[in-house]
Nanobody, 118 residues
Framework: QVQLQESGPGLVKPSQALSLTCTVS??????????WNWIRQTPGKGLEWMGC???????YYSPSLKSRTSISRDTSKNQFTLQLISVTPKDTAVYYC??????????WGQGIQVTVSS
């Protein structure tokens, strides 16, 4: 059974960087075909795909967030990490990691609430 678990701080101050880690079990992030994604849901809005890192290590980002987003991985720990810089209160959201592609996802983490506030 594939499981994903997000971890990181629940509160970040404006202008700082947000860093979240997704730990994967039941599958390898090196598995051919899948991408490992970060998605968020902000209050009053739908799901927003932020970016992904593929099995081959290549990362892809949403054009609207590309300048502030970086996704990396630690294959020894089967983890991938999101970094979002220069956060504002508009980045307050529930952040999810998920397996899939840029437009579909079959396994999700439970989500982590991140609030940007001073």
């Amino acid at each position: 059974q594939v499981q994903l678990q997000e971890s990181g701080p629940g509160l970040v101050k404006p202008s700082q960087a947000l860093s979240l880690t997704c730990t994967v079990s039941g599958d390898s992030i090196l598995t051919n075909y899948y991408g490992w994604n970060w998605i968020r849901q902000t209050p009053g809005k739908g799901l927003e795909w932020m970016g992904c890192i593929n099995y081959d290590g290549k990362a892809y980002y949403s054009p609207s967030l590309k300048s502030r987003t970086s996704i990396s991985r630690d294959t020894s720990k089967n983890q991938f990490t999101l970094q979002l810089i220069s956060v504002t209160p508009k980045d307050t959201a529930v952040y999810y990691c998920a397996r899939g592609s840029t437009t579909w996802w079959d396994y999700w983490g439970q989500g982590i609430q991140v609030t940007v506030s001073s």
